[in-house]
Structures are given as C-alpha cells and as structure tokens.
C-alpha cells in the first residue's frame, strides 16, 4: 500500500470505510452484526487479523467474532476476559484518541492474564515504525450517548462500553498513522452504534415474539388453570386479599377438601387462620402473601390436624384487577413423622432406645445454671444489695425479665440443691444422678458373644426404666454404664432407689435358653448450680467406684 499521505489513498480508504460501514447495517441479527464488524476491519481497514469482544451483562468480555484465521477463530471464539484484565488493558501503552496502543515492550506483562489472546510469530521490527508480533491495538466500542453509572475509571469509563476491536497485523507492516487511526477509531463508533441497532432489533423481536406467546397463551390460560387447580394431587386454594374478607377462602380443589375431610361448600365459610392449628396461629401471620412458605397443622373435620406445607402467591385477573391468594397446601404429615424419628435416633441409644450421653448431657445442663444456690439464697438475705444489675434474659434466654420480689432477682430460674447431710438425710429435696455399671458384663460378652451381651443390655435398660418413676431419666452413657437422673428425692431416698434398681438388675436373664446373671454398682451425685454437667457426671462416677471397691468380689460376681 502507498504512504498515507496520498489523497488518493485516504479516498480509497474512506471509500471501502464506507461501504464496511454500510454492511453493518445489512446484518439481520446481533451475531451477523458482530461478525460484520470483525469482517468489515479485515476489508476495509487492512489488518489481516480482527477480533470483537462483547460486554456480557457480569461485566466480562466474551469473544464473540473473529476474522482472518480459522484457526484462531476456533481456538479463542467464546472464551472470557475478565473485566478486570481489559480495565488493565485499556489503561496501559499508549493513547491515540479513544484507541490504545501496547507496544511489545510494555505488553509482555500481559502474556499470563485471562483475557483471550492469538499471537502471530514473526521477525523482530527493523525500523521505529514496524509492527511487531507482539504489539496490541484496541478500539473500545462505546454505548453512542450513554455515560457509566460510576465515572472516575480509566480513559473512556465516562460513557458505557460495549466491547473492544482488537487489531493485529496492519498489511503494510507498519504502526497505522493519523489516518489510519482516525479510519479505525471511526469505524469502532459505527460499529458501536450497529451493534446497539442490533440489539433493539433482537430485543424488540424478542418482545414481539413473547407478546404473540403471550396472548396465546392467554387465550387458554383459564382453561388450563381450571384444570391444572381442580385436578391437582395436593390441595390448592385461592383466597380473597384485602377488605373486610381478607383471607377467606373462595375456591378449593379436591385434594384439600379430601384431605380436611369438609365439602367445598363448607369450605367457603373458613380463611386458614379458622382452619390452623392454636400453637401455629403466629407462623401462619408471618407468612408472606408473595412466595410465603410455612410448615404448620391445619384442622380436620374429625378434630384431629395434619401438618402441611403452605406456599403462597399472588394472581390477578388482569393487570388493574383484583389480587386474589393463591395457597398450594402440601400434605407432609409423612415427613413430619420421619423427622421426629431421624430426632429420636439422633438423642437415643439404637440399641435400648434410652436416651444417649448426649441427651442425657442436655437434660442436666437444662437444670444447671453458672450461679451457686449459695449465692443466690445468701443475696436474698435482709439487707444485701446486689453489685450489678443481672441480664437473666440474655444468660438464660428465657425471654422474660424476672421481677424483683422478696426472693431475690434470681429465683425465676428453680435451682438445683443437693443434700448436705452425707448419707443422713437433712430433708433437702435435690436432683440425684445414679450411675450404674454392670459387674461381670464383659465376661458375658467374651463367653457368649456379642448378641448376648445385647440381648442383656436390652433387658438392664427395661428392668431400670421400669424401676423409676414417669418424669425420671434413664440414660445409656455408653457401654454397659447407666445413668438415672431422679428429681425431687432426698438422701435415703436416693439410697433405697439404689437398693431397688440394684435388686432389680439382679435376677437372671434368660438368652437363648441360657440364664446369665450381672450385678450393678451405682453411686450416687448430686446435680447442684455452680457446677457443670461433667463435674456431677464424674462425682457420680468417682463414688461408683468407691462402692464398687467397698463391695467383696464374691458379691459383684455374675454370669
């Protein structure tokens, strides 16, 4: 090609500019567009290499044309930059206008980010001016008359961009002068402007062809509701929203009347808040109208109630017309049911059914509390004033502020006392823990094996649970130790409870035809405020092992 200084060649080129430029404007769609504009720089503006990258709705730049090689077509069409990179890009080199300009001597430094890239291999430049395999040329695609919502970028963020031209290979091997830049930053506005057309026109086809859905649709959407909420296999309603009636029910389907147990008819008369469950009145008012979901227990004719899963929605007539509650009701009952038992098994012993170490552990903390019975009884007496004002609400989570009184700031919470007379009993009522651990568990497990050995934890555990009174704990600790939480008892009643599940471990336990017999140690705790869950644990566990010792082996023998 001749020097840029010719007028006859800047006429050649503006006359080619023009009819690219032209042929954006012919393409049908935004894909035939984008690849237009990449076409167009390979045509009319003598790169032999042309890629267009679009601005995805994250922000990102998508490959979405190239022009002059197949192969690169292929490799790079549809892969990613972030935005971050082309920011990068746009802010570095040199800046011819609205163009960018990275020489290799700057570009380098861009070989490992994650925009796209196609590079040609080529001889190092001779001359100031040539183009070398590695330089960059970008022309950034702004939205015409757009501004970004955040200006302050780099060079270009005050109007919107929607994509970059990349250029490579100028077929006269050299570094485009004025002129050329002019011709390619010019050609970039109208490709900008093209693709915007482009995408109205999509945009408005896309409309018109969902509003032609649209009222088709419409035309058999009473019909198709009609028969989708009628025939419906779980319950479906439909409530009045606003006014006096708020909330009662118009229509219901089959599967709710069936599942109630109440005709349609009657139906008509109630709103979910007649039909719901005492306890759930709250969860129901707190369900939104507009993709509200609960989990609540709605009554049956027969008064009993069945646990349900409701999901609201709002559907209208038209777009000014009345708003009416849409309820589909799901029966869960089956659920409901499962997950109290995956609760049990997770707070229960799989093999007696008692509660496990964990249960037990929470029951007891529940009676325990950080403050000594000591404390709180002396910080009742006449004349005592207490230090600091007390959040019992946020250490106990009652949600309840206790009220001052004669019996101190302290006493919403019951504490737990223990007996302070040793084995003589001084009166006090308190919380006893009795742990229990079989004698001569382990040699029926290694004579008879392991289902024995079940069978006879199985049967310790009915035998204990049948020893006690309703509202007392019996516990599995893990292996053959037992745990027995008795309120409400004294010391030699503790005592003789001992006595009582002792004698009634004792008798022999029928296997298979075979009797086996084991013996319990028990020692007795006492669960007190001011203490923690471990400590009664191991006060119980530590006087078990006294009275195991105290006792002759000839008595703990079994088998």
């Known amino acids: 090609m001749e020097t840029e200084s010719e007028p006859y060649v800047r006429l050649a080129t503006l006359r080619q500019l023009h009819q690219v430029v032209a042929d954006l404007n012919t393409a049908r769609s935004l894909a035939d567009t984008v690849q237009a504009v990449a076409d167009g720089i390979v045509a009319g503006l003598n790169y032999e290499l042309a890629c ?19 192969a690169a077509e292929a490799l790079i069409t549809g892969r990613v930059g972030s935005r971050a990179s082309w920011d990068r890009r746009l802010s570095m080199g040199e800046a011819w206008g609205d163009l960018r300009f990275i020489p290799h001597t700057e570009g380098w430094v861009l070989l490992e980010d994650d925009v796209p890239q196609w590079h040609t291999e080529g001889p190092a430049p001779r001359f100031e001016d ?11 695609m702004y939205a015409p008359g757009a501004r970004a919502a955040h200006p302050g970028g780099p060079p270009g963020s005050g109007r919107e961009l929607l994509g970059v031209i990349s250029v490579d290979r100028p077929r006269n091997g050299r570094h485009p002068g004025p002129w050329g830049r002019e011709a390619l930053q010019m050609y970039a506005s109208q490709a900008a402007i093209a693709i915007s057309n482009a995408r109205l026109r999509s945009n408005m086809q896309r409309a018109l062809i ?29 409530a009045e929203m606003g006014g006096d009636q708020h909330g009662r029910l118009l229509r219901t389907n089959d599967a709710l009347c069936r599942l109630l147990g109440r ?41 009993t109630y069945v646990w349900v899963s409701l999901r609201n929605s709002v559907v209208a007539d038209t777009a000014d017309g009345p708003r009416f509650l849409l309820t589909h009701v799901e029966d869960i009952e089956e659920r409901k049911r499962h997950e109290l038992q995956l609760a049990h098994r997770a707070s229960h012993d799989a093999l007696t059914g008692l509660p496990n170490s964990a249960e037990l552990r929470s029951r007891l903390s529940a009676r325990l509390c950080e403050r000594p019975f000591a404390a709180s009884a002396a910080e009742g007496a006449p004349g005592f004033e207490p230090p600091y004002e007390y959040d019992y609400e946020h250490e106990h989570g009652f949600g309840f502020s206790p009220a001052a009184g004669p019996a101190g700031p302290y006493d919403h919470h019951v504490h737990t006392v223990a007996p302070t007379g040793g084995e003589t009993d001084d009166g006090t009522k308190g919380l006893a823990v009795l742990f229990c651990d079989l004698d001569g568990f382990k040699s029926i497990n ?10 006879v934890l199985i049967e310790v555990a009915r035998r204990l649970t049948t020893g006690v009174r309703d509202g007392d704990t019996v516990a599995r600790l893990g292996g053959d130790e037992f745990v027995v939480l008795a309120d409400g008892l004294g010391a030699a009643d503790a005592a003789d409870l001992a006595v009582r599940l002792r004698n009634a471990i004792i008798p022999p336990i029928r296997v298979d035809g075979r009797a086996v017999r084991v013996g319990a140690s028990f020692g007795i705790g006492w669960a007190e405020c001011g203490m923690t869950v471990e400590e009664v644990l191991n006060s119980a566990d530590q006087r078990m092992y006294v009275e195991k010792r105290s006792r002759s082996k000839v008595h703990r023998r079994a088998g």
Do not use: C, K
């Open 446 to 455: 290694d004579r008879f094996g392991h289902h024995t050995g079940d069978a």
């Open 263 to 303: 005709p349609a008819s009657v139906m008509r008369r109630y709103s979910f808040a007649d039909l719901v469950h005492p306890e759930d009145i709250g969860t129901l008012l707190r369900t939104s109208a507009e993709g509200g979901r609960a989990e609540l227990r709605l009554g049956r004719r027969d008064g």
């Open 52 to 70: 267009v990258n679009l601005v995805r709705p994250d922000g990102d730049l998508i490959v979405s044309a190239f022009a002059g090689s197949p």
């Open 130 to 140: 040539e183009w070398h395999p590695h330089d960059r040329l970008y022309a950034p």
């Open 210 to 238: 969902r509003l032609e859905r649209e009222q088709q649709a419409l035309r058999a959407s009473e019909e198709s509701f009609r028969q989708a909420f009628e025939y419906a296999p779980s319950g479906m309603a439909i």
